[in-house]
Structure formats: structure tokens, C-alpha cells
């Protein structure tokens, strides 16, 4: 079958018409011809399809050439006035021929087309159709830390890129098709590099050293904020393995413990076997017990091999719901909101990440609200914390009106509040607005790191690094709530 029935078939397929775009391509068991060929003709051709369909119609191909189904002459048309080498098959094949006896009358609607949305040129049309998509999204990267270095990647894989001081600047090269980076002001080892750069093919993205990564999916293992003192770390939903890998990466900065493990359970066994595989590229596996075809929810958080689980990272299947550049509607799946509970329930545990990529507060707000309700966090104490200086937080509506769990629930972190009165480390920050941000930067604009990685805040701006020992320690606040204090992951 040709690239154009192939694509034809996964575009107006009912039985696969679920899931993005991409992933029913990439998923799909059945094509012949290659994904990312497949890919690439039906989002283009999708995108250029309200044009497209005017340009048929109006030159009645469809009227003429009665072979031709309509989503199939979108395609063809797509390639013969669009794509740099024309029609992907050989000049005698049947379809060829068919659409390209037309291509006098198709081009001349193509170009009224253009001039009735004022266009001037093609390349005019083109940015418009590229607008109508909506602003270009980063390219985001992650440095893993346990195969390179920030500063070696920037004298490699992103020597010739120039370096600017904000992620507007580095979005608007998608324009002017400069090759630029960011660092981010939040995650340390991100970057955010002009979009439609293809990383994939570097020889860091193949060795493992650079993970792509968005950097919402980056909050949760930095929030979690893991530490050697912290004991085993759970990630209870892991596949494919971008937080587990990163948890690797911030502790191996930080230097594992003496035994310190990732314990990474994944129920489904086939998602399992590609977070191996990550997690092998990563460079982790020494330092990470997967759980393959395992069901978090079923495990005892008194058996033995948990005894020193000291943080968990919960990250269910959601709706996905608020993924940035998703090609369609998701199914709305509700996660199971009992893996909270469940991690709550691990004795020696401290922290405790909870995160979707959903925008429905059913999946969020509603999820805390019901683990902090639950007999278990009550009587364990557990409390939400996080993220008060971060922008958008959660709604007090969606979070029926609790203002505290709405407050602290922006990007979902969830700590527990020291039981034995040792109190935790993670405090609030004030809540302060500052255009700059909270952090140090250099005269070039970029955010001043320490030694650790982590962006330094300014005096007087919640978390400091004390000189002498290293510990994190808060700023006084006004109010004197030293537990309001903690500053250090926000803007
Ligand atoms: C949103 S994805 C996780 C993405 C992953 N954390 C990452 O960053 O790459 C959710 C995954 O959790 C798995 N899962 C859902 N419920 C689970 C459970 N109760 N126990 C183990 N795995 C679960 C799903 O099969 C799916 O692979």
C-alpha cells in the first residue's frame, strides 16, 4: 500500500482514531511505509487542509477524477504544490498522474487562494498557516546528568548556538530560524533550544546524555527534591521513564547513599520493557530495581523491602488533557486517585510528588483534596506544601475552597509535615512578586547557579545556602511562619 493510502488510513481510521496523532502512528503495528514519513504528511497536510479543500473543490478534482476519495486528493495535492519533491511515487504510478494532470488548474486556485487571504507570497501563507497553529513550544532538554555535564554539552552538542536570557526570545526563532538556547531559571541541567531543531539524531540525544523532556515533566523528581538522606525512592508509575531517570540524575549529583535504590514499578509489562531501556541509555540501572508488570497499588508499604522509603513520585495515566502541541481531543481517563493514599501509607515516608499532565481539576485538585480527606493522611499528618511563588497554582473553586490546598497545589507537591517535630526542609517562600524573578543574574541576563546546580536566589528571596555547611536554610519572614518560607523552586 502507497504512503498516501497508508496515511489516508490512519487519518480517517475509526478503530485508531484514538490517542494523538503521533502516538496512533508510532503505535500502529500495521504500516508499511516509515512513521515519521507517515507523520509527517498527515500533520502537514492536516494542517494546510482548510486551504487544501478550497483549492479542490473549487478545480472540481474531485468531480474529474472519480477515483480520487477526498482525503486522499488532500494528500496528493498537499505533496504536489507543497512539498519540495512533489508526489513521494514514481512519475508513471496512476495516482501521480491523475492529480498531476490537473496541476495547471490546481496551482492557479492554490494562488487565489493565497491572494484572497492577502498574501503576497507563498512563504507569507505559510507563516500564516504556521501562526494559526499557535506560538512554537521550546524544544526542551534535559542534560542527564549521570552521562555528561551541562557545560560539556554546551561545548558540543549546542557549540553555535547562541545563548539568550529568556524562553520569548528562544520561541521567537522559530521565525527567524536562528539556532538558540535558554537555560532554565527553574530546573538546573534544562534547556530550552529553538523549536524544530532535531536532537535526535545528535550523538549525546543516542548516548543518553540528553533526554528530551518537557519541562512541566520536569517539576515533579525536582520537587520531590530527592537526597541521600532520603533512604529508597518509589516512583510508582514510571514508564517510560523520564522522572525515573531524572530522580537517577539529581541523586547521582548529589552522591547516592551506601544501597540507595529508585524502586520504579510499572503495571503495564510491554510500557515496562521500554523503561528498561531507558533507564539502561540513562546510565541508571545500577542504581534503579524496576518492578516490571508490577501494580503499585498492590504492594504492602509495611513489607520489608520498603522499610526505608523515605519519598515517592506519583505521576498516573491522566487524560493528558493539558499537553502543550497535542494534535487532538484525549480521552479523558480519571487517574487512580488511590495511589496517593497508598503512598501515604509507607511508613518512613516524607515526600511525596503527586502529577498529571491534565488541566481537569477532577484529575488534581480533586485527587489532593480526597488524600488529604483520607483517614490515612490525617492521622500520619500529612500536609500540602509547594510552589507558592509559582504563578498558576491551583483554583480555590476546584479545590472547594480550601485556599491552602488551592495555594499549594500549583504544580502538586505534597509533603508531609514532620511528625516528630524535626520539621521538613522544604519551607514556603513569601509569595512576593518580582518581574525578574527570584533569582541572580549575570550582566548577559542568565540565571547565577551555585555549586549544586540550583539557581542562586537573591538575598532576602526564601531559601540560602548557608556558607558554612551547605545546609538549606530559610529567610526570616515578616509573619515569623518559618514554614511559610521556602522559596527555593519558585519564580
Ligand atoms: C503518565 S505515565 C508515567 C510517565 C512517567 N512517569 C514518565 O515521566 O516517563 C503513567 C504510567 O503509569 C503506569 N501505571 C498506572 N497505574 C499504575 C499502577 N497502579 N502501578 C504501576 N504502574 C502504573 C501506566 O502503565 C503508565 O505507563
Known sequence: MSLYHETVGILTSTATHTGSLKSRIYGSKDLKSPPAQVYALAFESSKWSAILKEVVEKSQLLQKERKLTPALSILLVHDLLLAKKGIALPASHGLRVTVEKHKARLQSEFTRARIRRKCPTVDALRAMVDAELGPAHPRWIRVNTLKSTLDEQLDTTFKGFEMVPTVEEVMASASTGKKVICLDGHVPNLIAASPGVDFTKTEAYKAGALILQDKASCFPAYLLDPRPEDG?????????????????????????????????????????????????????????????????LK??????EFRSVGAL????????????????????????????LHAFAFPPARKVTYSTCSV??????????????????????????????????????????????????????VELDGLDGEGVEVRFGSGEDDAEGPFERDAGGRIVRGPDGMPR?????????????????????????ADDEWGGFDD
Open 232 to 296: 529508597d525512592i518509589i516512583d510508582a508509575c514510571s514508564a517510560p521513564g523520564n522522572k525515573t531517570t531524572h530522580l537517577a540524575g539529581i541523586l547521582h549529583e548529589r552522591g547516592f547513599a551506601e544501597g540507595q535504590r529508585i524502586l520504579a514499578f510499572e503495571k503495564d509489562k510491554h510500557r515496562a520493557k521500554t523503561l528498561e531501556r531507558m533507564v539502561a541509555t540513562a546510565g541508571s540501572s545500577h542504581v534503579t530495581l524496576i518492578h516490571p508488570g508490577h501494580d503499585f
Open 299 to 304: 504492594t504492602n508499604p509495611n513489607s520489608p
Open 313 to 340: 513520585l506519583l505521576d498516573p495515566s491522566c487524560s493528558g488533557s493539558g499537553i502543550v502541541g497535542r494534535d487532538d481531543t484525549p480521552e479523558f481517563h480519571l487517574p487512580s486517585s488511590p495511589s496517593s
Open 360 to 413: 481537569h481539576a477532577a484529575e488534581n485538585e480533586g485527587v489532593v483534596l480526597a488524600a488529604l480527606a483520607s483517614d490515612v493522611a490525617r492521622v500520619r499528618g500529612w500536609r500540602v506544601r509547594g510552589l507558592r511563588e509559582w504563578d498558576v497554582r491551583g483554583e480555590v473553586a476546584a479545590a472547594a475552597g480550601d485556599e491552602e490546598v488551592a495555594a499549594a497545589t500549583g504544580r502538586k507537591a
Open 457 to 481: 536566589l537573591k538575598a532576602g528571596k526564601g531559601r540560602v545556602v548557608d556558607e558554612e555547611d551547605g545546609d538549606e536554610d530559610a529567610d526570616e519572614d515578616d509573619e515569623g511562619d
